[in-house]
């Protein structure tokens, strides 16, 4: 278990270090009466949590398969980027109607000197971590990664250079989510230096608010401002693989066209594209063929064409045509019709040629099926019942017939 | 403004995350209606829901976390409240309010984005307000007793949409759930299903919003109790005279007047200091926000964790991989299983793909139908199942892949293939643990996957699976 080395042992320290910087801040917050040392406090908090996530992240992306989870758990760093991001967003929400109650009701810095020693040692820490994290940029194992040692990427086989380095990037994502906290904390304990500073210079004593007091809160909103502004590109992104959107860079439309024109192929439908964690790919569609040899054929040119894509699983449903079920329809989607709210996209919906992904080749395969282009409509009752309604083998007898010709040809 | 109090500020202000809570969680609902693949996403938006309702436990964590920071800052310096009658009179208004609210969100219908947030917070209505109102009765524990009600029957998820398999039992279902089922799917389920699965997956982001009102209202109840408590057993300093207030922390005072003070009358006598009354009624509403906080994290925990392992790709708890793996594998005709996923999209939509091995596109097809059914059963209908067929002449290696991508693209698989193990040096094998074939094997105990000592190709049936072969042609 190389997992408790150096590089996550530092971390574990860095974690404890932040946790009892965060409770000092804190503390000497409400003590001072400081808003942007709270904010500040705040945005440690969320370092701490976005390290936390990182490190169970790594430790769960290395399960590659359990029982409770099929794909392994490499979707945690982005889950935990996500979380982590809301998070943050909902704290920066609280300081900034804090800041604005003070705004309207303005308050002195008390104790500036205290503020003051800690602003700056909280200063020393962001710049020791944001030190740290630059030197191990990479020390967190990517999600799919083997390896969780010093320098993962060196050791690959030098052919993949570029890969390499696309993998570098967006294998960052956990580690762009804590870089960022950094930053912020960073900048956040400048303001706080900077207000204190100026409270320990003019120290106003029992004088009412004068201009003082409206320092802390504005720098607390440009604070809070620039913190969410790199928080919402985080959320953006990691929302886009929660929510199985199909991944930046593949084009479904010519990914699809593609598809449809590899010969053998009668039609496409059921075509999904999704990301599991960054850079994983994963694609699953139903292809009508005629006769098995087409499958096969047509499948490795598929998956060809997937691979150019990027996308490098993918599980490809052969459906062979016959004259009962419509062309575009699939042909088994579930064993009975009454399924079909359950599907992942309802078959009753049909949707236009584009969407969906049900691509029909033009003029490739003369069949009865083309016919059924303008009936698609009452396409719907009817053939999904005929195959799965008979429970009986009658139905696998015919195919079986077809199958067995096809088989000579062989 | 009017009044200039800052309590009133911070608690419009509150009200305004509720606002946004209750966005979040429209723009989720409005979202998920798109059930239509578009290019940008090829399920459609069905998960938008469980974003909103992961995204509304988020905040409501966050809330719960600075509510308790100020706790423990009340702890450290505890106030009095003001007027203690006009907080009453807020309190209860908006524990008005937010029930209307729950009953609203209880019984849902469409959408259901009412406004439906009052004055719940419990620092709200605390200072600086004109004396006055008329006093209101109102029993908080009733309040509170229908509240835990009306919350665990909401936090029963309506499984009852998928089919062949046993409920499931989620969130604590304390009570009996079948009066007082979820927004009414006893009713609807056998006559329109669609309502059935949107009801199932719509609930978890219902769910979230619900949470969020009734964590004001239990702030309304928590306000309310302080407040009639404060009322009912403070004596406050009055006005004039000196008094002394033993709960306060003033070093100062502490030991001149703490001898005086003891002995004497509360009641003003001439010469005599006051005494503020029982000082654990300052630190009585730290006590409750605390409970607050602590019922609240309890109740979102369930949310949270329901839609983190949604978005996570793990099987449904309902479905156990082993025994469907083990049902397909014994079917005749199947010679391995391997890449076998399960995952859930949104609700009841439950997806599957699978690479079957079969020795012949002809005993595939026969085979096809009744792997499908098993997936049924499971209540798995979007199933793609992938046929491969051992390519002439391998014997060797029956468990793998026919099809896998090439060798370098094994880390950008969503699962390895055991032949680049030999390719990949550098990668350890305690992580590389699983080949296409090494998926059937169980994992009882542990959770990482050193799968060294495992043999590779556990198929048992190999030799018999090509005898029927032969005899089926």
């Known amino acids: 278990m190389g997992r408790y080395s150096g590089r996550s042992s530092r971390l574990i320290v860095m974690c404890v270090v932040s946790l009892a910087i965060f409770a000092t801040e804190i503390s000497v917050a409400y003590v001072g009466n400081s808003l942007s040392l709270a904010s500040d406090a705040f945005a440690v908090l969320s370092h701490l949590l976005s390290m936390i996530i990182g490190l169970f992240g790594v430790r769960f992306s290395r399960v590659r398969w359990h029982k409770a989870s099929t794909f392994g758990f490499c979707r945690a760093d982005v889950l935990g980027a996500f979380g982590n991001s809301v998070f943050a967003t909902a704290l920066m929400f609280s300081i900034f109607v804090e800041a604005i109650k003070r705004f309207i009701n303005p308050q002195k810095t008390e104790r500036a000197l205290l503020v003051l020693v800690i602003g700056v040692s909280g200063l020393g820490f962001n710049v020791l971590n944001y030190v740290i994290f630059m030197e191990c940029c990479y020390c967190h194992a990517p999600p799919g990664d083997a390896e969780t040692g010093d320098s993962p990427n060196d050791q690959k086989s030098p052919e993949e250079g570029s890969e390499k380095k696309k993998e570098k990037k967006s294998e960052a994502l956990n580690i762009r989510g804590v870089l960022l906290h950094v930053m912020g904390d960073a900048l956040g304990s400048v303001v706080v230096v900077v207000t204190a500073s100026i409270f320990y210079v003019h120290p106003l004593g029992n004088a009412p608010c004068n201009w003082q007091c409206y320092i802390d809160p504005s720098l607390t909103i440009v604070m809070v401002f620039i913190i969410l502004s790199s928080a919402f590109p985080l959320i953006k992104e990691t929302s886009t693989i929660l929510l199985q959107m199909v991944p930046k860079g593949v084009d479904m439309q010519l990914l699809t066209d593609r598809l449809a024109r590899v010969p053998g192929v009668s039609s496409l439908h059921e075509v999904h594209v999704w990301e599991l964690a960054s850079g994983k790919n994963i694609a699953t569609l139903h292809v009508k063929c005629q006769t098995p040899s087409d499958y096969q054929d047509a499948a490795h040119k598929m998956r060809k064409i997937f691979h150019e894509a990027g996308v490098h699983s993918v599980t490809i449903q052969p459906e062979y045509v016959d004259h009962k079920t419509s062309h575009l329809l699939c042909s088994s989607p579930c064993i009975s019709k009454t399924c079909d709210s359950h599907l992942c996209c309802s078959q009753r919906e049909l949707p236009r040629a584009e969407t969906n992904g049900y691509m029909e080749k033009s003029g490739s395969s003369p069949s009865a099926q083309h016919k059924d282009n303008g009936s698609r409509k009452s396409d719907v009752e009817i053939p999904m019942e005929d195959p799965v309604a008979e429970e009986s083998v009658k139905n696998c007898d015919v195919s079986d017939d077809k199958f067995h010709s096809g088989t000579t040809r062989f | ?473």
Not at chain 2, 90 to 106: E, M
């Open chain 2, 1 to 473: 403004r009017v009044t200039s109090s800052l309590a009133m500020l911070s608690d419009s202000f509150h009200m305004l995350s509720d606002v946004m809570a209750l966005v979040v969680a429209l723009v989720a609902v409005r979202f998920a209606q798109r059930t239509r693949a578009t290019k940008k996403n090829t399920f459609g938006w069905v998960r938008a829901e469980v974003m909103g309702a992961l995204v509304n436990a988020v905040f409501l964590t966050a809330l719960c976390f600075t509510i308790l920071l100020e706790a423990i800052e009340r702890f450290t310096e505890p106030h009095e409240i003001q007027q203690p009658l006009v907080v009453i009179a807020v309190g209860v208004a908006g524990l008005i309010i937010n029930l209307l609210g729950l009953c609203l969100f209880n019984h849902h219908g469409v959408g259901g984005h009412g406004h439906a947030h009052g004055h719940g917070h419990s620092h709200g209505g605390r200072q600086q307000h004109p004396r006055g109102g008329p006093k209101a009765e109102q029993p908080p524990g009733d309040g509170e007793a229908a509240l835990h009600r009306e919350e665990t029957s909401t936090l029963v998820e309506n499984c009852s949409s998928s089919n062949g398999v046993g409920q499931e039992k989620l969130g604590d279902a304390k009570d009996d759930t079948s009066d007082v089922q979820v927004n009414g799917n006893a009713g609807h389920y056998p006559l329109d299903e669609e309502e059935v699965e949107e009801d199932s997956s719509a609930q978890l982001n219902m769910r979230g919003v619900f949470l969020h009102v009734f964590g004001d209202a239990l702030g309304s109840v928590i306000v309310v109790v302080n407040a009639l408590l404060f009322y009912g057993l403070w004596n406050p300093c009055p006005e004039d005279g000196p008094c002394f207030n033993p709960c306060v922390n003033n070093h100062c005072m502490e030991n001149a007047t703490l001898s005086q003070a003891l002995g004497r009358a509360n009641k003003s006598e001439p010469g005599s200091v006051t005494v503020a009354g029982p000082c654990w009624l300052l630190y009585l509403d730290p006590v409750l926000c605390l409970i607050m906080v602590c019922i609240l994290l309890y109740t979102t925990y369930p949310l949270l964790r329901e839609s983190a392992l949604i978005l996570l790709q793990t099987v449904p708890k309902q479905i156990d991989v082993h025994s469907l793996n083990s049902k397909l594998r014994t079917l005749e005709g199947v010679e391995a299983i391997h890449e076998l996923h399960i995952w859930q999209l949104a609700g009841s939509r439950i997806i599957g793909t699978a690479h079957i091995k079969c020795p012949d596109p002809s005993t595939y097809m026969m085979v096809a139908k009744r792997i499908k059914e098993i997936f049924h059963d499971e209540g798995i209908h979007a199933t793609t199942i992938q046929p491969e067929f051992a390519s002439v002449g391998s014997e060797s290696g029956r468990g793998k892949c026919e099809l896998p991508c090439r060798t370098q693209c094994a880390l950008k698989q969503c699962c390895g293939t055991r032949e680049d193990c030999t390719t990949k040096k550098t990668e350890k094998s305690s992580s590389l643990s699983i080949s296409c074939s090494e998926v059937v094997i169980e994992f009882p105990k542990t959770r990482r996957t050193k799968s060294e000592s495992i043999p590779s190709v556990k198929l048992e049936a190999n030799t018999d699976q090509n005898e029927q072969f032969e005899s089926s042609l």
